[in-house]
């Protein structure tokens, strides 16, 4: 391996689509400057925000808790710690002593919300009601998720969330959306879309960074490393994409940036149209776009499994 492109230090990670050589210090400096300028370019965050970061306790929320903390707490922003405990056995508690353990060390407020709390049961528990639909669990989840994440910045009064999706995820989401043919959707993609859905404003810090990188930018921060992963992850289609998409960067470097670009052409053309009317939810009063919200249809339904069941 050689050595550092920029100062010519021993080499720690060579960039593969750039063929940029890193020490230590330059991959840091290098990883903090495009998360800077990613947030910069999309205008993300502005002075005065109250920024809430979404915090599983991953390497990634992680990660990015740490960057935001010290790119804008200098700066006068309010930086805070909302995390949400979906209920998983033997998975989530570890996550969340790793999100505590961070937001303490930083001097960061945390918010903690739970599917228990807010629905009335856990994500395992909710679990046994979709076994015979044909939906996966992330997807499931993910519904309940999203407003667990929008009730917990509500209760810290954040202008903006800030969530660790990163460049793997973002073409993750963009080829799925392809697949299952729902191209209207492709349009709420697009970082300067305000998804009037949300009561806080979204935003994805890490968009332009590859999840390898994440990864070694945690290892080189000593962030922990879940000893195990969510039994639900391998459900779906996300995790076949995942693999194809990871054979094709290791076999053609840069391929997940190009799918980044040609994504982000694409989707521009369809966030004007993506811009529709909501409507209050007839049950809870949240934007809906049909009246009632996924959230209060997935939950009579669980609701009704319960009963069925007793």
């Known amino acids: 391996m050689v050595d550092c492109t920029r100062c010519g230090g021993k080499p720690f990670y060579t960039r593969r689509y750039s063929g940029e050589t890193f020490c230590a210090g330059c991959f840091r400096e290098s990883f903090v400057e495009k998360t800077r300028k990613t947030v910069s370019k999309y205008k ?8 809430a970061v979404a915090v599983s306790g991953g390497k990634d929320s992680l990660s990015l808790l740490r960057i ?3 790119i804008y707490r200098p700066r006068g922003n309010e930086i805070m710690a909302i995390s949400v405990d979906e209920g998983v056995a033997g998975y989530r508690d570890e996550a969340l002593d790793h999100a505590r353990f961070l937001a303490e060390e930083l001097g960061v407020k945390q918010f903690v919300v739970s599917y228990k709390d807010l629905f009335g049961f856990s994500l395992d528990e909710a679990l046994d009601w979709k076994e015979d639909r044909d939906v996966s669990s992330c997807s499931f989840c993910g519904v309940f998720r999203r407003r667990a994440i929008d009730e917990a910045a509500v209760r810290a009064k954040a202008s903006v ?3 660790a999706h990163n460049l793997d995820d973002y073409v993750q989401t963009f080829m799925m959306n392809l697949m299952h043919g729902d191209v209207a959707r492709l349009g709420w993609l697009d970082p300067a879309y305000a998804d009037l859905s949300f009561p806080v404003r979204r935003v994805k810090p890490f968009m332009e960074i590859y999840e390898e990188e994440v990864a070694l930018f945690a290892f080189q921060a000593g962030l922990p490393f879940q000893s195990v992963s969510c039994p639900y992850m391998h459900e779906g289609l996300r995790s076949e994409v995942r ?4 054979t094709m960067e290791a076999n053609h470097p840069g391929i997940k940036n190009v799918l980044l670009r040609s994504s982000l052409d694409v989707i521009s053309h369809y966030s004007h149209s993506s811009q529709k009317e909501s409507v209050p939810c007839s049950v809870c009063g949240k934007p809906s776009s049909s009246g009632l919200c996924n959230v209060c249809r997935m939950k009579a339904a669980i609701e009704e499994h319960v009963k069925l069941r007793a």
Not at 44 to 51: K, L, Q, V, W
């Open 161 to 163: 969330v800030a969530t």
């Open 44 to 51: 993300m965050i502005a002075s005065g925000d109250r920024i």
């Open 68 to 70: 935001l903390s010290e």
């Open 243 to 246: 693999d194809y998409l990871n």
